[in-house]
């Protein structure tokens, strides 16, 4: 294993507000779409949650109700200051758990995957390397899903389009597993959501995905 068993990390999750967020999913209905979004970042908290790899997670989110949820979850919640800049929301609150808590290691991960299996997401920061940054592409390969750093220093997100090659290029590495499926299925269309399904979602999701024609 390349990642020592005593390596923590502290998970940064960005969550857009469900009036906003995934508007590809606007044809299952305005309050179905909003339900999803709180559906998904639920179950993808949870799985992080208990990872035993993980010793915090934050949420990134200016939805004071969604943030309510998030801290009965177990999550810490900070605030969006840079809403329209993921990446530099991610900074900044990469910089804050730095300064909360110094020892660990830091992680991106994305909100909307609710088919994210605890074993697969600790299998992958297991495998991550100690000396330089790495991530896990999307299903495509075009996307990331997580982003992962040995330190505050070695964090440098670029989240968006084609972002898996924009890691690639300020020199993260790939993580490579064959059994990550989970980890990589972010899902941002009914097309996602039904392969979602079909992997098995987290009981949040599933409460709303019952019944729907995918």
């Not at 799985?47 to 969604?66: G, I, N, R």
């Not at 990446?87 to 020892?103: G, I, K, T, V, Y």
């Not at 299903?139 to 070695?154: F, K, N, Y």
């Not at 300020?170 to 499926?181: F, N, S, Y």
Request: charge should be negative; charged fraction near 25%.
């Amino acid at each position: 294993m390349s990642n020592p068993a005593e390596r923590r990390y502290a998970v940064v999750v960005p969550v857009k507000p469900p009036a906003v967020a995934k508007s590809r999913l606007a044809d299952l209905g305005d309050q179905t779409r909003r339900r999803l979004v709180v559906a998904f970042a639920f179950d993808t908290i949870t799985a992080a949650l208990e990872s035993p790899f993980v010793e915090v997670v934050l949420a990134v989110t200016d939805d004071h109700e969604l943030a309510r949820g998030l801290v009965d979850l177990g999550a810490a919640v900070l605030p969006d200051g840079a809403t329209d800049d993921l990446n530099a929301s991610l900074e900044q609150a990469a910089r804050e758990l730095h300064r909360r808590r110094p020892d660990l290691a830091v992680a991106a991960l994305c909100a909307d995957l609710p088919a994210l299996r605890t074993e697969e997401l600790s299998a992958a920061l297991n495998a991550a390397p100690a000396n330089k940054a790495s991530y896990v592409a999307d299903t495509d390969g075009s996307g990331t899903t997580m982003l992962v750093a040995p330190d505050i220093d070695r964090f440098t997100p670029r989240f968006g389009p084609t972002s898996s090659a924009a890691h690639r290029d300020l020199g993260a590495v790939p993580i490579e597993l064959a059994d990550i499926a989970s980890l990589r299925l972010d899902v941002d269309t009914r097309e996602d959501l039904d392969a979602a399904i079909r992997l098995g979602v987290g009981s949040h999701t599933a409460m709303w995905a019952t019944g729907l024609s995918l």
